[in-house]
């Protein structure tokens, strides 16, 4: 008999996913999630309920225990030799001994793509122009994680991963790099999963929020941000915003409560 194919396509598919580290350490409960072509998801949830390993899995770093998730109807592994993922964690993951311009290149020499525009006009781009030739330590915290994006971005990848990587930036800053990649990613129409502690970052710049419970990791509630895009500024003050921010928060409240974990 041949079985039935769980995964229904789009950019990020994600059919009964499960994960257990070891034999006890259960991360992630039977996660199931469809991301279409162009969209912005956002995922919230208690410390320790499996984002980064969700993240992981799906950048094929990690392998799941049981289920599966596709990127572009590919496994990850798959998906990954092809340059069609690009990754960021919190802690920009730069060479010291490199400037900018070659941090950014170091990623074009592991994967092996030709992208359609140079480094130096990406990092125009980025608002590094001046900055290239910088090594990290003489970047500030907000344009080592536009460098760090950067690299996540230069082979044009057609799904970007990014685990809190605005979490050590303060607010402005942090709202700031928010509204320009959300940008960014509206204009060039990439798939993009980014996991925040914020939920005002949440609701801002995505089409959508997964909020997570924990103990395992399972998937809460799914809410739409119906907020056409791009999204200034002034929406922040809007009763709309307000009531989908007041939204997941309590949701996540629940989520938390659920789980039974502390954040
Ligand atoms: N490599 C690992 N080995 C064992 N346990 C792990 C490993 N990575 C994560 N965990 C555990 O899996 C759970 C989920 O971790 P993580 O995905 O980092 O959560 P989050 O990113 O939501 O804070 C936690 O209980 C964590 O301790
Ligand atoms: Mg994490």
Redesign the pocket.
């Known amino acids: 008999m041949v079985s039935k194919d769980p995964h229904s396509g789009g950019a990020v598919s994600v059919a009964n996913l499960c994960k257990t580290?070891?034999t006890s350490?259960e991360?992630l409960r039977a996660i199931n999630l469809n991301i279409e072509e162009g969209e912005f998801v956002a995922f919230i949830?208690?410390?320790?309920?499996?984002?980064?390993?969700?993240l992981?899995i799906l950048a094929g770093l990690e392998r799941a225990s049981s289920g599966s998730a596709k990127i572009l109807a590919d496994w990850p592994e798959e998906a990954c030799r092809k340059a069609q993922i690009g990754v960021a964690f919190q802690r920009p993951a730069l060479v010291e001994s490199r400037t900018a311009r070659d941090n950014v290149d170091l990623t074009l020499e592991i994967t092996r793509a030709t992208p359609n525009q140079s480094v130096k006009e990406l990092l125009e781009k980025f608002g590094l122009g001046e900055f290239m030739d910088h090594y990290p330590h003489e970047l500030s915290g907000g344009m080592q994680q536009r460098v760090n994006i950067a690299c996540a971005l230069v082979h044009d990848p057609k799904v970007l991963l990014l685990?809190e990587p605005f979490g050590a930036l303060d607010e402005l800053t942090r709202e700031k790099l928010g509204e320009w990649l959300s940008r960014l990613l509206k204009e060039e129409k990439r798939t993009g999963i980014l996991?925040t502690h914020s939920v005002d970052e949440a609701v801002h710049l995505s089409d959508r929020v997964v909020v997570?419970s924990?103990g395992p990791?399972r998937v809460h509630r799914v809410i739409d941000i119906p907020i056409p895009q791009p999204r200034s500024r002034s929406l922040r003050g809007d009763e709309s915003f307000l009531k989908l921010v007041a939204e997941v928060r309590r949701e996540l409240y629940a989520a938390t409560e659920k789980g039974g974990a502390a954040s």
């Open positions: 580290f070891g350490v991360a949830g208690p410390s320790g309920c499996g984002k980064t390993t969700l992981r685990d996991i997570l924990a990791g």
